[in-house]
């Protein structure tokens, strides 16, 4: 590719392009933030699905993402967000995370949205988590992660980062009570629910999809008997 003459070259072989309809997608996801395609090499775009459901059970809690790169955010379709069907902006490399429902509690609220996060193109890649107080707003607990993408990052072997750290990082804060007071206004903040992203869902099926295939090349590797 010269100035001259733009060429944008041809896929990669291991890399096809892939095609998905985001609302079939959505039918049987297992988080939120759920990329949408395994490629999640160094430069790589990477767009997640989101869905959000509001009912009188809908607890999404509120928390802060961190991100050394760009976020961009579709709301694809929304009913009672704060979010119209069809908007698009770009996220602050710090911003404010939670149901984007006007009223969480009502069961017609819901907004599926895709958030198209960057791989960074080389080195380092940070993210963090970040909570602040219930009451009074000051923060209260920031943890950092590499998130520098492995090279020819596939996700069936690289579990998206974003995702799949998310619950030992706000474990550490939801199981130790001293954590979650604040030291400001010694409110003892409520612990974070996590299970209503589905993080440790995704965890859980990742670490397990890995397990899995290396039993099917274990079994593979040895002689029937
Ligand atoms: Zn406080």
Redesign the pocket.
Known sequence: MTEDNPVIPPPRRDRPPLKVNVFEAMQHSNTQLMPLFPYLHPGAMVPAGAMIIGGPNADYGHFFHHNTQDEVVLALAANGAVLGTGQVFVGARIHGVNSFLKKEKDAKSFAIMVITQRQAESGPQREACSL???????E?YLKEFDATPPPDALEGEHPFVSVAVLPELFADFNNDEARRV??????L?RPFPVASWGWDRYATQSATTIAGRQALKQATQTPIK
């Open positions: 602040r107080c219930e009451k009074c707003h000051e209260i604040c030291t400001k206004c010694g409110h903040n």
